[in-house]
């Protein structure tokens, strides 16, 4: 039987065969009914004739159950057989209809060998028909009607199987170009569910290969300078091969490769022998014919999709539409990842440069506590009349004690609270240089708490900007005075009047109460003239 793996024309066959079998089951009712009416007329009956239409009914119905249970195959042999039977022992009359219904079926559901046996029984019973009617002229049989019927059934023959054929090719036709497709889709998604890009080009190559049993199948990507593809999978043992040599092909060269990365189209070698642009690699002698895809990245070239056959013309408009399309999405992975590996990078340079801010800041942070600390350490040291006061009533008093609460404020860098007091640290640039404390009164704690808090930040700024003009206020003070004392030395032109003024003014500018200059150097303890 032939097989037609179109689902469109296997329901035609089987609504054909539908139709066919319950022609038959209504012929054989006919039958009966014609058999039953020329008995009453007669008076006679034929035993052999309703036998002969029952088992015909019976068989028929059982085409039928058949065709419902969808065993096609059996139940179009099944009425092959029961038409060319009944066709034999037909009378002259029927012979057209039933024969061509056999032919018809026979060149639908029959394979070559079987469907010309069919037509020379055909023609045998003709011949028949052609023998008894030269055998007695003018009788039941006419000669010419015979040979119309022998002309009629083999055009109808011709016909029907040019028409079978025409069929068939179109339905494998379009199965192909569906199985092409619907392979070359799912590859492509199963490509994209690949995160390491070798696997991923591993997978496409050997599904390529076994899907469409092409000899070997290929990937090249372009090098960092864009003048060589490099080969990067490659199937079976020769691709291992080539893989340990470290395989690759100039960009322009007269290889199929080398021209499709230049042009940046596909290119396709139908066969080597008749090409000028093809490169015969020892390792693979078989080559016949060669297609190339260029993978891109965007309109960027990026390397080669090469598959190879043993078939010269075996690259047809399906396949190399269907390796186009895996060729897209191999392409479109190979972006993904390696957009997704410049994302890692960036995110991993990104979350470096992040904690290198942070270090800094952390460092900067601890050099603005260190530094302040430092300054307002030797400051209070210089003004030890300025560490604190307290408020006694409508009086402020001078008073360097600490109560336990700013003690804990200022330790603790935090807010104190009591049911009495609460304090609060004085904080600048994160070091904690003093505290306030103070008496809720009417408020409540939390408030107590923020209003404090907030004149602590402020306070903090304004006596680093007090204690910056001072120091500001001091330089330029002592700059003063250092400009007075250079003044006094343009007045007089003798050493030794230098050294006096020099030593006098400084001792005045210091308050000191003694002083020395010696000039020349020292050496084994002697001074040197």
Not at 36 to 58: C, D, H, K, R, Y
Not at 118 to 142: E, K, S
Not at 204 to 211: M, S, W
């Amino acid at each position: 039987m032939l097989k037609l793996s179109s689902p469109q024309l296997l329901r035609l066959r089987q609504q054909y065969l539908n139709l066919l079998a319950i022609i038959m089951l209504l012929s054989n009712v006919a039958g009966l009914l014609l058999i039953a009416i020329n008995n009453s007329q007669i008076g006679t009956s034929e035993p052999s004739g309703l036998i002969a239409v029952f088992i015909s009914m019976g068989m028929s119905l059982v085409w039928l159950w058949l065709l419902r249970g969808n065993r096609v195959e059996i139940a179009a042999f099944g009425l092959l057989l029961t038409l060319l039977g009944g066709y034999l022992a037909l009378t002259y009359d029927v012979v057209p209809i039933a024969g061509t219904l056999i032919l018809i079926t026979a060149a639908l559901f029959l394979r070559r060998p079987l469907f010309f046996t069919v037509v020379a029984l055909i023609f045998l019973r003709l011949l028949f028909d052609l023998n008894a009617a030269l055998a007695a002229p003018g009788g039941d049989i006419p000669l010419v009607t015979v040979l119309l019927q022998i002309m009629t059934f083999a055009i109808i023959a011709a016909v029907a199987r040019t028409i079978t054929n025409s069929l068939l090719s179109s339905a494998e036709s379009a199965n192909r170009i569906a199985v092409a497709i619907s392979t070359a889709t799912n590859t492509g998604r199963l490509i994209g569910q690949y995160n390491d890009a070798q696997d991923m080009m591993n997978f496409a190559i050997n599904t390529i290969r076994e899907k469409y049993g092409f000899y070997h199948v290929q990937v090249f990507l372009l090098n960092e300078s864009g003048d060589q593809a490099e080969l990067r999978a490659s199937t079976g043992d020769v691709g291992y091969q080539l893989l340990s040599r470290r395989h690759q092909l100039t960009v322009g060269s007269q290889s199929v490769v080398g021209q499709a990365v230049l042009r940046g189209v596909p290119v396709l070698v139908a066969n080597t022998e008749d090409e000028v642009v093809f490169f015969r690699n020892e390792l693979l002698p078989n080559t016949h014919a060669e297609f190339t895809i260029p993978l891109k990245d965007r309109s960027k070239v990026i390397g080669a999709l090469d598959i190879q056959s043993t078939v010269p013309f075996s690259f047809t408009d399906v396949d190399r539409q269907a390796l186009e399309v895996i060729a897209e999405a191999l392409s479109t992975s190979l972006r993904d990842r390696r957009l997704g590996a410049e994302q890692s990078v960036l995110s991993a340079e990104n979350q470096r440069l992040a904690k290198e801010v942070t270090t800094l800041q952390r460092d900067n942070d601890r050099l603005n506590r260190e530094v302040t600390q430092g300054q307002w350490s030797e400051y209070l040291t210089e003004h030890t009349e300025l560490t604190g006061i307290t408020l006694q009533g409508d009086e402020m008093v001078p008073e360097a004690q600490w109560t336990p609460n700013l003690a804990q404020a200022r330790r603790g860098g935090a807010a104190v609270t009591t049911s009495d007091v609460i304090a609060v640290p004085v904080v600048l640039r994160g070091e904690v240089i003093g505290a306030i404390e103070v008496d809720p009164g009417r408020a409540t704690p939390t408030e107590t708490v923020e209003i404090a808090q907030a004149v602590a930040q402020r306070l903090a700024v304004s006596l680093e900007s007090a204690r910056l003009y001072e120091e500001t206020r001091q330089s330029a003070y002592q700059e003063q005075q250092i400009n007075e004392i250079a003044a006094r030395f343009g007045t007089t032109g003798t050493i030794d009047e230098l050294l006096r003024i020099a030593l006098v003014e400084v001792g005045a500018t210091l308050g000191a109460k003694g002083g020395a200059i010696r000039l020349g150097r020292v050496q084994n303890g002697a001074v040197e003239s």
